[in-house]
């Protein structure tokens, strides 16, 4: 049985792509360059399973495309969406220590997020990277809040605590307000 202290999280999955059992997989640490036989563990009703992976492609260079073994359709790889993604410490061959560093826009999901001037906007749901430029959807009060991830508006990012702190151009969070 695995137990959750010998494992790290490394990211999580999106949401299905395509018919096939195909799911995007955001990761802050690389497993592909670690092992011949690349596998990932989710928490699975309080229980630690892995899941091993048959293929695996890039979608954009912060998403992985991956179809895991005996997941066939979109039905099947549905109950993956959203959840976050492990492996095991003793195979993690890199410092580990600052991983969470190297997280990209998709990696704040579930951050909340405060501007130097408006105070809490709300937390991140969803990243829209869907086109070229890259949408934070954030709940403010149970209203979405759509917000450009644009990295010279962060004023500092506080993974430990899951806190983004922005300063958005005047003007700008007035637009979601009429």
Same mark, same amino acid.
């Given at each position: 049985?695995?137990?959750?202290?010998? @494992?790290?999280? !490394?990211?999580?999955?999106?949401?299905?792509?395509?018919?096939?059992?195909?799911?995007? #997989? @955001?990761? *802050?640490? &690389?497993?592909?360059?670690?092992?011949? &036989?690349?596998?990932?563990?989710?928490?699975?009703?309080?229980?630690?399973v892995p899941f091993f992976i048959e293929e695996?492609?890039?979608?954009?260079?912060?998403?992985? $495309? /991956?179809? $895991?073994?005996? /997941? =066939? *359709?979109?039905?099947? /790889?549905?109950?993956?969406?959203?959840?976050? @993604?492990?492996?095991?410490?003793?195979?993690?061959?890199? &410092? %580990?220590?600052?991983?969470?560093?190297?997280? =990209?826009?998709?990696?704040? %999901?579930?951050?909340?997020?405060?501007?130097?001037?408006?105070?809490?906007?709300?937390?991140?749901? &969803? !990243?829209?990277? *869907?086109?070229?430029? %890259?949408?934070?959807?954030? =709940?403010?009060?149970?209203?979405?809040?759509?917000?450009?991830? /644009?990295?010279?508006?962060? @004023?500092?990012?506080?993974?430990?605590?899951?806190?983004?702190?922005? *300063?958005?151009?005047?003007? $700008?969070?007035? #637009?979601?307000?009429?």
């Open positions: 049985m695995i137990e959750k202290a010998t @494992v790290r999280k !490394v990211g999580y999955f999106t949401k299905p792509h395509g018919i096939k059992g195909e799911i995007g #997989l @955001v990761l *802050s640490y &690389d497993i592909f360059n670690h092992t011949d &036989d690349p596998f990932i563990i989710c928490e699975m009703e309080g229980i630690m695996y492609r890039n979608k954009t260079a912060n998403i992985i $495309l /991956v179809k $895991l073994e005996t /997941v =066939d *359709s979109e039905e099947a /790889v549905r109950i993956f969406s959203h959840r976050e @993604v492990y492996y095991p410490l003793e195979r993690m061959t890199d &410092d %580990v220590s600052g991983a969470a560093e190297d997280t =990209d826009e998709a990696g704040y %999901v579930g951050y909340t997020v405060s501007d130097t001037i408006y105070g809490e906007l709300g937390t991140i749901t &969803d !990243v829209d990277d *869907s086109t070229a430029n %890259v949408l934070y959807r954030i =709940d403010n009060k149970g209203e979405e809040l759509l917000m450009p991830a /644009v990295e010279e508006w962060t @004023v500092s990012v506080n993974h430990e605590k899951r806190h983004i702190e922005v *300063s958005v151009p005047e003007g $700008l969070l007035d #637009l979601h307000k009429r």
